[in-house]
């Protein structure tokens, strides 16, 4: 199977089998980049389906507070796409599983969209989320994507409309990434949005697996979220998680929450 089939298949597997997909977020190099790949290897080991690992950048105009915390930690710590490349090589060496990079536009556009997409797929890069590049300027990064053996995995939200989602869902491979809530990521107490009719909408326009993020905090709250879809994505409850270790290792904190959500989707 080529690189850029894997998470469809990976999630695929899991809907036939009737279990929720779990996609965790970390952001790369909050702590420092060998942190990240111990942090990722053992998500994997206790029950995370595909890892998203995000580039800190200094404007990410769609993550929160926890996020962006994280992200000026990293780049505080001079991590940069390279160091996170290699990281992704070290995941990667001990780790089947999909891997995602979840990215802002500008960093990729300075390093070469081209190179970038070549050198992510070389180091065991499965797919990427570029949340600030509109579909209608998607292309050239679609297609340089597309030659690597990528998955360019498109964002919707409920204010998208039907347009647009049949544009953007005929466009697009991996998985539809369908954002619960207006602004931007963060745990939440509730998710007010109508998910039933959010992703029965866009259940409409594809057959590729859909993934629900943005504001879930907890097992509970992701147990509720993943009854609407194939999978949810989890970052900030993870994050604020890793953050608050301690004394405690943020690996194990990070692998005790994962844990937990598992449990939630596989009671479901």
């Given at each position: ?33 060998a ?18 690992l995000?580039?800190?950048f ?40 999909p ?26 890069v ?67 949005t ?75």
């Open positions: 199977m080529s690189a850029q089939g894997l998470i469809t298949d990976c999630l695929e597997k899991l809907r036939s089998k009737g279990r929720k997909g779990l996609i965790a977020y970390i952001t790369a190099g909050d702590l420092n980049l942190a990240t790949v111990e942090i990722a290897r053992q998500m994997f080991a206790n029950g995370a389906d595909v890892i998203e995000g580039i800190p200094s404007d990410p105009l769609a993550d929160g507070p926890v996020i962006q915390q994280a992200s000026c930690r990293a780049l505080a710590a001079g991590v940069d796409l390279s160091g996170i490349l290699h990281a992704v090589e070290n995941i990667r060496r001990d780790c089947p599983q891997i995602i990079l979840m990215g802002y536009y500008n960093p990729l556009y300075q390093y070469g969209i081209r190179q970038f997409a070549g050198d992510a797929a070389a180091a065991g499965n797919g990427l989320i570029v949340p600030d590049l509109p579909f209608e300027e998607s292309a050239p990064l679609r297609e340089a994507a597309l030659e690597a053996g990528l998955d360019l995995i498109p964002l919707v939200a409920p204010t998208t409309t039907d347009g647009r989602l049949h544009k953007i869902t005929k466009a697009a491979t991996g998985f539809i990434y369908c954002v619960s809530v207006a602004g931007v990521t963060g745990a939440r107490a509730e998710i007010k109508d998910l039933a009719a959010f992703t029965a909408r866009v259940r409409c326009h594809t057959n590729l697996p859909l993934a629900v993020g943005f504001g879930i905090a907890g097992p509970e709250q992701a147990a509720r979220a993943a009854v609407h879809c194939d999978a949810v994505v989890i970052g900030s409850a993870i994050v604020k998680a890793i953050a608050e270790s301690g004394m405690v290792s943020p690996a194990v904190c990070a692998a005790g929450l994962v844990e937990r959500l598992r449990f939630a989707l596989d009671t479901i």
